[in-house]
């Protein structure tokens, strides 16, 4: 089994018995999401507060 089916299954079976479809995808989803901005900011690929507030508020 790959490392992507046991981490499938894990996430799964913390879910609760009346978990849907929806609640199922948007876990994994999350997983997903969170997976590539923790690689992104290992990577350096981030910027600071500072730098988003002034881009926001120059708009």
Known sequence: MSAVEEEAKRLIDKLPEQATWDDIMY??????????ACKAAEEGRVISHKEVKKRLLSE
Do not use: G, P, Q
């Not at 876990?27 to 590539?36: D, G, H, Q, T, W």
């Open 27 to 36: 876990e994994f989803y999350v997983k997903k999401k969170l997976a590539v």
